[in-house]
């Protein structure tokens, strides 16, 4: 399946349906370039694509823009727009262990010292981390290739449950390379 418009032909036009359409066109060719499936649409305020493919593991991507205003002119570009990427494969290193990386809240402040299980991320004082044992070895490179993202805090979670590794992004960007570091350093 590809992915398709589903825009109005006023929509057509539009800077923004041509640079989702762009977003979605690379999106295809990322997949395509794994021998993957796409499925999606895309028009001038949103897209909404899933793609999944086989490397030495099986990966499922979401990618998410969503216009949550109507374009009032008084808020920042910004305000009102989600973009969100969402990344997931089984991991079986280590079935019992549970763990999250997420944005600190004000209430970790609070708790970071009391609860064991809580702690501060090392590659930014920005995320916290909550394990019920040590971290593998394949979480750790995973951590430290994304690195990057955490400083600029595109990271929205990170949480492993089951096996199944989730990872969530807020970006416009797709980060691809990020996605291929992990492919190639965790097999």
């Not at 002119?73 to 910004?78: E, I, N, Q, S």
């Not at 969402?86 to 990386?101: A, F, M, Q, R, V």
């Not at 096996?163 to 980060?175: F, P």
Request: charged share 25%; aromatic share 12%.
């Amino acid at each position: 399946m590809k992915i398709k418009s589903n825009a109005s032909p006023s929509e057509f036009s539009s800077p923004f349906y041509k640079a989702n359409e762009d977003f979605c066109s690379v999106f295809e060719s990322y997949i395509a370039s794994h021998s993957g499936m796409v499925k999606g649409e895309y028009n001038a305020w949103s897209y909404l694509i899933f793609g999944k493919f086989e490397s030495s593991k099986q990966w499922r991507l979401m990618y998410k823009k969503s216009s949550l205003t109507s374009g009032n002119l008084f808020l920042p570009d910004d305000q009102g727009l989600l973009t969100m990427a969402t990344w997931t494969t089984k991991l079986p290193y280590n079935k019992d262990l549970i763990c999250t990386i997420r944005k600190r809240k004000t209430l970790d402040f609070i708790w970071l010292p009391f609860n064991k299980n809580l702690i501060k991320l090392n590659q930014s004082n920005n995320y916290v981390l909550k394990s019920n044992t040590s971290l593998t070895k394949e979480i750790n490179i995973i951590i430290n290739i994304l690195k990057p993202l955490f400083e600029i805090e595109n990271i929205y979670e990170i949480h492993l449950k089951n096996n199944e590794l989730t990872i969530d992004l807020r970006s416009k960007l797709h980060h691809f390379d990020f996605l291929d570091e992990i492919i190639k350093q965790v097999p």
